[in-house]
């Protein structure tokens, strides 16, 4: 396990009611699950809906919710943005 800062964002800032907390988890599917333990199942849903990126990389790029995490990782829940 490492110690990564998982930073929020948009309706997740809001409805858990800070920016950015220090966690402790081996992949990005560990930090869902302690969103889930944490704060609810539907703060994990909404989390799901993100952008979800690791050191400014969205997780697709990698290896999805198994993406591996290092200490010192910053893990970001961001909104997506549509448009034209």
């Known amino acids: 396990m490492a110690r990564v800062k998982v930073c929020y964002r948009a309706a997740l800032e809001d409805k858990i009611g800070k920016k950015e907390e220090t966690i402790e988890a081996a992949t990005v599917r560990e930090v869902l699950a302690y969103l889930k333990?944490?704060?609810?199942?539907?703060?994990?849903?909404?989390?799901k809906r993100m952008l979800i990126a690791v050191?400014?990389?969205?997780?697709q790029l990698h290896?999805?919710?198994d993406t591996?995490?290092?200490?010192?990782?910053?893990?970001?829940?961001l909104p997506i943005c549509g448009g034209g």
């Open 37 to 47: 333990k944490t704060y609810g199942k539907e703060i994990s849903s909404e989390a």
């Open 55 to 59: 050191n400014n990389d969205s997780i």
């Open 63 to 65: 290896k999805g919710l």
């Open 68 to 77: 591996k995490l290092y200490e010192g990782m910053i893990v970001r829940f």
